[in-house]
């Protein structure tokens, strides 16, 4: 009996891998004979837009367009074929999902997964091949612009969000299109910014999310980004695309440019760039069009090239539109709705509650003052970049009214003017950092007649966008002497803040006692939002990325490699990006990488590793108890970071491996374990261009975030 279960296991694994094998060989034969049947005219004109949101298919063969939307934030409506106006279509009103920071701090790869669903769902609702999502360049530098699109700082977490959002997407039968590959950490001179990383850093920090996308979640399609990567543009960088991603990685989808992204014909042609999309002029004349067959006719670019890369394409077809009982979507359910509301919910972050006002108990307060434009802003469109007709975005001061209203009298000021357009020159934004004085009058009065006063702040779609960085991580709008006046008269006042990126909450932090971070939260964060203010979902958000106490202090900044210099951004911080580089200097952040409180409280014993001593190849199953020593439920996101003692190389102090949300009822104690690969403890040796585990002693801690670790145990890694 001992053997005959994983004997019977290993049997029906082989059983399943020749099948699919099998399919996959019949797959390409099927492909190829289609192939064979192309003039090289028509290859061609697969190989780039014929419009702005689609590339060309082959009618006599019946093979469609490859037609894609943008993404992340959920499917964006009908826009016309050959500018960006709206198609005025009234069928595609969508979910507005919350932004990929939110997804991040909800901690919870699950939820990623449901994201992806939607996604999914909704683009075969309007017939999209290929969602150009998600989005998860690395959170290098507070300041940038798409900070709020991205995920984390932590290629870990990073890569585990990855994996899921791309697998739900997929399990729809449309293809994910992962971007911004690669390296696209700055918003400002991002199309002609030439990033130095080295390959340390590159494989360590910047592709893993990128691997694990492709490896575990088999993405079928990437972006390239606009930059250039150690000298070559990333949609002509053979070592990114063809080296990396389809050799070694093995991705067997197609590459497409990020728009207006491709710069050559040749040079991307042989460099591993299969579609070229959003380029300007007649499309006849793009690179991937006449030039292409010109280079293909003269030599420069084989047949056997365009032919890989039209197998490519129609490879990513049969697993998507092509593809047997292909599901025919919907869009804006209410099912979609409750999967916004879950990711919305879980990732509120509740960074300070020292007075205990949160949660406010319903029924004893009987009025309520919510202040600030953003309690009534919706954030599911504005600035550059793709947003979502959101079908229906409850905000702030709506779901406040429906979760408090019965019992409380709610009433609203502005509070301050947020006057900034991402399309306005700076002359015409200036002065958007000043107060309003007449605003923050109403408001004081306001909130003196009050029992609780909710200030919404933080900043918007237009003050975040892509295209832009922020200049300085200050909150817009002359919030902070809003925040002064109302707390000055309230002492209840709650802090609210709705971003996607870091800002300077020091004075915040220092002066006022209950803080909470919100999002661009979709469709549900109104809702969501009350819900976490009411105790009705015990908060569980933490922080994706840090938040430094100034500017000055972030790597970019301190060695001066931002936004760079000469159009080269170098990036000589290495590996040392968020958490890694604030710790292994000791410099404490304002509130750190993991960061994020509840309602209740754990407690945390008998961390241990099933053994004291492993061998390259090996698992270490890392356990522990969780206690949730207060009295309400809630989850907790506990994370395990490793440190090397004595490295031979240089390393940081600790680096995200594992982590698990998991809900625990009141008194009780969990039993967690999690396992952590030995190769993941890996370092990327820049000369022998291989992954070095580095026999010694190890610590492994388990921690409630980046700064505070509950637990250590040793181990030890022999050869
Ligand atoms: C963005 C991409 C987006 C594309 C199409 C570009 O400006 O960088 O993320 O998918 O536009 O809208």
Request: glycine share 6%.
């Amino acid at each position: 009996m001992k053997y005959i279960i994983p004997c019977a296991i290993v049997l029906f694994l082989s059983v399943n891998v020749f099948a699919q094998n099998k399919k996959e060989t019949a797959l390409q034969i099927k492909i190829n004979s289609i192939v064979k049947k192309m003039t090289l005219e028509e290859k061609v004109n697969m190989l780039h837009g014929n419009a702005l949101f689609s590339s060309g298919g082959v009618p006599r063969l019946g093979i469609p367009e490859l037609t894609c939307d943008d993404g992340p934030l959920g499917v964006r409506e009908e826009i016309k074929r050959f500018d960006w106006a709206s198609a005025n279509w009234t069928t595609d009103s969508a979910t507005f999902l919350p932004n990929g920071s939110a997804i991040a701090a909800t901690w919870n790869p699950a939820l990623a997964n449901k994201y992806g669903v939607v996604i999914g769902e909704e683009a075969n609702a309007r017939k999209k091949i290929v969602m150009l999502a998600p989005a998860f360049n690395i959170c290098r530098m507070p300041l940038c612009g798409r900070t709020y699109e991205y995920y984390s700082e932590d290629p870990y977490l990073n890569s585990q969000l990855a994996i899921q959002s791309v697998r739900g997407i997929q399990s729809q039968h449309v293809a994910a299109c992962i971007k911004h590959f690669a390296a696209n950490n700055q918003e400002l001179h991002r199309d002609s910014v030439n990033t130095l990383v080295d390959e340390r850093a590159l494989r360590e920090i910047y592709l893993p999310a990128f691997k694990a996308a492709v490896q575990q979640g088999n993405a079928y399609t990437v972006m390239s980004a606009y930059n250039k990567v150690n000298g070559y543009w990333c949609s002509e960088n053979d070592f990114l695309l063809n080296k990396v991603l389809k050799n070694e990685w093995g991705f067997k989808g197609a590459v497409m440019s990020d728009w207006a992204g491709t710069h050559h014909t040749v040079a991307a042609a042989n460099s591993g760039l299969d579609i070229e999309m959003g380029s300007s002029g007649p499309y006849e004349q793009w690179y991937f069009a006449k030039p292409l067959l010109e280079a293909v006719r003269s030599g420069q670019v084989s047949e056997k090239t365009i032919d890989e890369k039209v197998r490519r394409i129609l490879w990513l077809m049969y697993q998507t539109s092509m593809s047997a009982n292909h599901p025919k979507g919907s869009i804006a359910t209410p099912a979609h709705a409750k999967a916004a509301y879950d990711i919305a919910s879980e990732s509120i972050i509740l960074l300070k509650n020292d007075a205990h006002l949160l949660p406010l108990k319903e029924g004893n307060i009987k009025s309520i003052a919510v202040i600030g434009d953003n309690a009534t802003r919706t954030f599911a469109l504005g600035g550059y970049g793709a947003g979502v007709k959101a079908k229906h975005e409850i905000t702030a001061l709506e779901g406040i009214k429906s979760r408090f209203g019965k019992t409380a009298s709610i009433s609203f000021a502005q509070g301050y003017r947020a006057n900034y357009l991402a399309s306005n020159t700076d002359a015409q934004n200036r002065g958007y950092d000043q107060p309003d004085q007449k605003l923050i009058d109403e408001a004081v009065a306001l909130a003196k007649t009050t029992e609780v006063a909710i200030l919404c702040i933080g900043s918007n779609r237009e003050y975040e966008s892509e295209g832009h960085d922020r200049k300085n991580l200050d909150l817009p709008f002359g919030e902070q002497a809003l925040v002064n006046a109302v707390s000055a008269v309230n002492p209840n006042t709650v802090i609210v803040i709705m971003a996607g990126a870091p800002y300077d909450l020091k004075e915040i932090k220092k002066s006022n006692h209950t803080i909470v971070w919100s999002w661009f939260n979709g469709s549900e964060a109104g809702d969501a939002l009350a819900d976490v203010l009411k105790g009705a979902v015990n908060p569980s958000g933490r922080l994706p990325f840090t938040f430094p106490v100034s500017l000055k202090d972030s790597p970019a900044s301190t060695l001066e490699t931002y936004p760079g210099k000469d159009l080269t951004a170098d990036y000589k911080e290495g590996i040392m990006v968020g958490y890694r580089w604030y710790d292994t200097k000791n410099i404490d952040p304002l509130y750190c990488f993991g960061y994020g409180l509840s309602y209740t409280n754990f407690t945390y014993t008998g961390l241990a590793t099933n053994k004291k001593a492993y061998k390259p190849g090996d698992k270490i199953l890392v356990s522990l108890k969780v206690k949730n020593s207060g009295t309400l439920a809630g989850k907790e996101v506990i994370q395990l970071y490793i440190s090397k003692t004595n490295s031979v190389v240089l390393r940081p102090e600790k680096e995200l491996k594992a982590f698990k949300k998991i809900m625990i009822a009141p008194a009780e104690t969990a039993a967690v374990s999690m396992n952590i690969d030995v190769k993941d403890l890996a370092y990327f040796d820049s000369k022998s261009h291989k992954w070095i585990v580095e026999p010694g002693q190890y610590k492994v801690l388990a921690a409630s975030s980046s700064k505070t670790i509950r637990q250590v145990a040793s181990f030890q890694i022999s050869r």
